[in-house]
């Protein structure tokens, strides 16, 4: 199988005594390309160093995530726009509004958000979009802005059936991960609804890992898990998932 895992976050320190080895896991279980999004300053360097580590498989891309939107937030999106006109970046984000851990920026993490849909367009790249407890917010942000000037994914996609409609209808994709695994989650409906060419691929690791790795460090290789879930909830191959979900990839990315 060809799987690539569209948001991985394989620089961080949790990988710091074994990357090499996961990463070759990963590649024994057909994963060809690892997306990596960006977090904030702090995790641009070890991001590229992981890009040095492993060209041409770990492939990064750049934003300010909506949890690290404080109160330098506007120094925060100056590095971005600085990275952007220095290095080749795959995507921006991640990006998007999270008003799960913290409401105080919401004002700002909306800011920001529009900023990054900006240099979206005018880079010409897929936007990768985190929406926790915020997706109809960022709907009304995208409506805004002006549908299909922008398209990407929304990672880790936490809607229902009906959302993921409303998010394809627009033009972006769903990002499926090890939360499809999870016996009360909402991701197969949400999956059906899509449909295989909607669909991206990926991990959030080390967060999120797939049943039976639940609560543990996750990892590319785990993505197996996730194909096999995906081909019942949507009654074809493991083949045909890694394979179409990439070919999605591929294309959105452009890779």
């Avoid at 990596?36 to 160093?49: F, G, H, Q, R, Y």
Wanted: glycine residues 8%; negative net charge; proline residues 5%.
């Amino acid at each position: 199988m060809h799987i690539i895992d569209t948001h991985n976050h394989i620089y961080l320190p949790e990988f710091d005594s074994d990357r090499e080895t996961v990463v070759m896991r990963a590649e024994a279980a057909g994963v060809r390309k690892i997306m990596m999004p960006n977090i904030d300053s702090s995790s641009v360097t070890p991001m590229l160093a992981a890009e040095k580590s492993f060209p041409g498989i770990c492939l990064p891309m750049m934003g300010l995530h909506p949890t690290s939107v404080k109160e330098d937030y506007l120094t925060e999106l100056a590095m971005v726009e600085k990275q952007l006109g220095e290095h080749r970046y795959y995507g921006i984000g991640e990006t998007g509004i999270d008003l799960y851990w913290d409401r105080t920026f919401i004002k700002e993490q909306k800011i920001s958000f529009r900023r990054h849909l900006e240099l979206a367009e005018y880079y010409g790249l897929p936007v990768v979009i985190h929406a926790r407890e915020s997706l109809e917010i960022i709907l009304g942000e995208i409506d805004a802005f002006g549908p299909g000037r922008v398209t990407g994914v929304f990672h880790a996609f936490p809607g229902s059936a009906a959302e993921a409609r409303k998010v394809t209808a627009i033009g972006f994709m769903i990002g499926i991960g090890g939360v499809v695994t999870f016996r009360n989650g909402r991701q197969g409906e949400a999956a059906i609804e899509a449909g295989i060419n909607n669909i991206l691929l990926e991990t959030d690791a080390p967060y999120l890992a797939p049943v039976p790795h639940r609560g543990k460090r996750n990892e590319s290789s785990y993505l197996t898990l996730v194909i096999d879930k995906l081909s019942e909830v949507l009654a074809i191959t493991p083949a045909e998932v890694a394979d179409r979900s990439s070919a999605n990839a591929a294309r959105l990315f452009k890779i």
